[in-house]
């Protein structure tokens, strides 16, 4: 699995982290999992053309020395569909910003 991983997380980070996810992307019944909607901007055509399979995510695991989120861009709707398929490297960057940004609103400092 391709993934993108801030590592060495203080345990302060950790809880700041938690809290801000838990919040806002909390995944029902899997503590440390959440689910960040990628913006209808960054789909890819076949994307677009899947009304039935979005609206489309990436997947995050908080553990308690590094945050990884998958590169795998997927539907809650469907597990297979030629749809779901690794970022492009439009929707990978705009992730890694994302990321930056949480970080930067929280002032943690990477």
């Given at each position: 699995m391709k993934q993108y991983v801030i590592d060495e997380l203080r345990p302060e980070d950790?809880?700041?982290?938690?809290?801000f996810f838990d919040e806002r992307y909390s995944v029902k019944g899997f503590d440390g999992l959440y689910w960040?909607?990628?913006d209808t901007e960054y789909l890819t055509d076949i994307q677009k053309e899947h009304l039935d399979c979005g609206p489309y995510y990436v997947a995050l695991e908080l553990l308690p020395d590094r945050l990884v989120c998958e590169l795998l861009v997927r539907s809650q709707e469907r597990i297979r569909c030629n749809c779901i398929q690794y970022a492009t490297t439009r929707q990978r960057n705009w992730i890694i910003e994302f990321?930056?940004?949480?970080?930067?609103?929280?002032?943690?400092i990477t």
């Open positions: 950790h809880k700041q982290i938690k809290t960040v909607r990628l990321m930056d940004g949480v970080f930067e609103q929280l002032g943690i």
